[in-house]
């Protein structure tokens, strides 16, 4: 069996060492010197990078898989990254992110709060700024730019979404390329499980995103994890890969497994209440705060 997982950081840890170059000692030595410091970076325990839920799922059906989780990234982008390095996969699982995140060349995770922090050069901001051109060639290095050249984009990006973007339109073309992808699917005679990251927000003449290639889940994964922090690479709590906790990734694999050994790949929403304990969704359709 092949299986493929593509989408943002929710998908983004799938064992010891991943991403793919993720700098940790560099970054706890950045969360130190910014005053970052959450009080677990000094006591992770050894397990802690060993129960990343793609990982679970790989090893249960001794899958060969193919990693496409990329934190920060828009969907264009993390679909972009499978369509080098698929490899005829039976089964794929979204990760499907938020729609205001910014498609650009350099392949920066250009996301509202990424734009906040850097140009306002809070201590998180310079945090990212730094760990984005230090850090060892990786996913989180983009192009060997330079801080200066990053700062430079995220104020141009600043003023692109303050005078230019147009919300609603971001989110139609969002929707658009979700469906796109989904039609490929079909046509590939794909198997694929959906989830929306983030709260998926509809206007009046919209309708949800229902794919046909598979089920998706009835609850956005970051009500799951509401009460953590989605903006940093690391993230501001290194015992949440995948902004889940240990008991969360564990959760969030047997509900896989149970998909897919069942077949469960009738197209509609499926419940996730009897997996997690969930929280609000947010039901406010011009909310377009997002981490």
Known sequence: MKIAFVGDSFCGHHGPGTPIGEDFELGFELIK??????????????DFDKHDWPDLVTRHFNA??????VSGANFY????????????EDII?????????????????????????ITAQTNRGKWLLDYSTLAKPSS??????????????????KYYKENIRYLQGSIAMHKAFASYVDQMMVED????IWFNSFPEHDHAW???FIPRSGPIGDQDLCSITKSRDHSDPLDSDPLARNHFIKDEQITMSKMIIDIIENDRFQPGKFSMEAWFELGEQSSDEDNFIYP
């Open 77 to 88: 982008r993390s679909f972009e990254v499978y369509q080098r390095m698929k490899n005829a």
């Open 93 to 117: 699982i979204f990760c499907l992110t938020e729609p205001l995140r910014m498609i650009n060349k350099h392949k920066l995770p250009i996301t509202d709060g990424w734009i906040d922090e």
């Open 33 to 46: 010197k910014y005053g970052l410091d959450t009080g677990h970076e000094e006591n992770l325990p050894e």
């Open 189 to 192: 005679g794909k198997k694929c």
């Open 206 to 208: 919209m309708k949800p």
């Open 140 to 157: 989180i290095r983009y192009n060997g730019l330079s801080k200066e050249k990053v700062l430079e984009i995220a104020v141009n990006a």
């Open 64 to 69: 060969e898989p193919t990693y496409c989780g």
